[in-house]
């Protein structure tokens, strides 16, 4: 079984800073790309920031300059990192992970269960 734990949400004024982590754990031989995506009340699940194994980072245009996307593989977690916070970034952030649980199975995407950035003015 495989297990995506978000942390770091919270509550913070416009213009501060959060740090998210996403800790992967369980049964996993190998995780490829990863993301940070985000969904606020009324809206779809939008992109954020994604990186690949190699460290290759894509990043949404109202986030770029402001967030920075990074992971640790050794310890199988993902960080995002928020600066200059809008009210507009308030919503629920979600880790997404590209894993194989053993050299021969299959890639399937996993998500974390969220974790809530609330940013006030």
């Known amino acids: 079984q495989v297990q995506l734990v978000e942390s770091g949400g919270g509550l913070v004024q416009a213009g501060g800073s959060l740090r998210l982590s996403c800790a992967a754990s369980g049964i996993i031989f190998s995780i490829n790309d990863m993301g940070w995506y985000r969904q606020a009340p009324g809206n779809e699940r939008e992109t954020v920031a994604v990186?690949?194994?190699?460290?290759?980072?894509n990043y949404a245009d109202s986030v770029k300059g402001r967030f920075t996307i990074s992971r640790d593989n050794g310890k199988k977690t993902l960080f995002l990192q928020m600066n200059s916070l809008k009210p507009e970034d308030t919503a629920v952030y979600y880790c997404k992970a590209d894993i194989k649980q053993n050299r021969w199975a299959k890639e399937y995407i996993y998500w974390g269960q969220g974790t809530q950035v609330t940013v006030s003015s």
């Open positions: 990186i690949t194994s190699g460290g290759s980072t």
